[in-house]
């Protein structure tokens, strides 16, 4: 398994040239789900003693496996959030994996560490973070929040000298907030109080301080983190950044800003002012997965004061040791800085994206969405038979096909999807059955998505 002979040398060529193929294909397909009934009987069982063969399991993939995959990166792909990696991510995502990278510390993956964290300070200074800011890519942003409130509460605890050791801890966040920051508290045994959205799913200042008014001050003193989003993945809506900021510092509260999906924008010149205040965090997240261009999975965490961080997530043990010794600053074990120890270089696909293209690119493709976003919220208001529900904030547009009961959007959705034409899921919206369309991609245009609006008719 370990040599390199006749039969590697051919099954090296047969993935290259399908992982090269796939890469020039455009668009590539939508495929479909498929039932494990279904599966079964075209894959049979895969694993068995004797082994396939490479070029056997590569066919399978390839006529089984890979249609019952939906392609995230299909101009039509518009529900939950796409992803459009650029072709240079993708390659240099196999020579990640080539190369065998252990990129948990400095000692064994110095070069791999120091791309990411080029790449983490372009982030840094989107948001106007400070030059001592750093962190790390972890798999999503389920991962990075957890880290990041992790970090909160650990610096909570330290602030009081030990006083909150055994007081469970408490997270403010909106009602429009991530199912993760839920999921977190979960696994933290903390308790998390929400404070109630617009109609249009923002938190703002003035709410949150009349929810924080209104506790008892043992309440009060159990708040470790203030949690503010950048970008709702349902409506794409940007919470007041600046106005939780503020109050996140009068308290003396952790700020952490979730811009998983969102924070993408921040790049974009004209966008940058909608997210206001976002400086005034202390932890930030945004996927590179999402809008920024890059393969799954990358997650960029990024911590005001990462010295914080390491604090809380450092692990110890006799084998670790030699990963702790007075070294400066400059030896960055990115195991410290998150939930984890063992990673992959996650963020060099998309470190070797940014330095490939450049950061104009970026903002350009993302500018390229948002004005798609604008010009396909003008159709659906100029339509007879559709209603635009929320002025788009970033790029995503939640609205509405007049008449249609639960039953009708799902047929439709399913229809669209069998047919090959887009993959567009229901969603809610004031607990009414609707559609949303999530751009991240800017090889969708405004002529394609209005094809599957008149297929609504």
Partial sequence: MHFHDAATEALTEAIVGYSVDRVRL????????????????????????????????????????????????????????????????????????????????????????????????????????????????????????????????????????????????????????????????????????????????????????????????????????????????????????DGAGRIAEELGAWFHVDGAYGGAALCSPTARPKFAGIERCDSFIVDPHKWLFAPFDCCALVYRNPEIARAAHTQHAEYLDVLHGDHGREEWNPSDYAHHLSRRARGLPFWFSLATYGTDAYARAVDTTLAVTVGVADLIRASDHLDLLVEPDLSIVIFRRIGWTPAQYQAWSDQSLLDGVSFVVPTAWNNETVLRFCFVNPLTTIEQVAEILESMR
């Fill in 26 to 241: 455009y668009p590539p397909p939508l495929d479909r789900a498929s039932t494990l009934a279904d599966l079964q009987a075209a894959a049979g069982d895969t694993i068995t003693a004797e082994g396939m063969g490479g070029l056997a399991a590569l066919q399978l993939f390839q006529d089984v496996l890979a249609p019952a995959t939906i392609s995230t990166d299909h101009p039509a792909f518009l529900s939950f959030v796409p992803a459009a990696p650029t072709e240079a991510s993708i390659l240099f995502d196999l020579v990640v994996g080539a190369s065998s990278i252990y990129a948990g510390s400095w000692m064994e993956g110095a070069g791999a560490v120091f791309a990411e964290n080029q790449a983490l300070r372009w982030i840094a200074d989107l948001v106007g973070l400070p030059e001592t800011a750093g962190g790390v890519f972890v798999s999503g942003g389920t991962n990075g929040n957890l880290s990041a409130l992790i970090a909160a509460r650990f610096n909570w605890r330290h602030k009081t000298g030990g006083r909150n050791d055994r007081v469970r801890g408490l997270i403010i966040a909106s009602t429009g907030s991530h199912s993760s920051i839920a999921s977190a508290a979960r696994a933290m045994d903390a308790d998390i109080l929400r404070v109630r959205a617009d109609e249009r799913g923002r938190l703002h200042g003035e709410a949150l301080r009349e929810l924080i008014d209104g506790l008892a001050p043992e309440d009060r003193d159990r708040i470790f983190v203030i949690v503010a989003t950048s970008g709702t993945t349902n409506a794409g809506v940007i919470d007041d950044l």
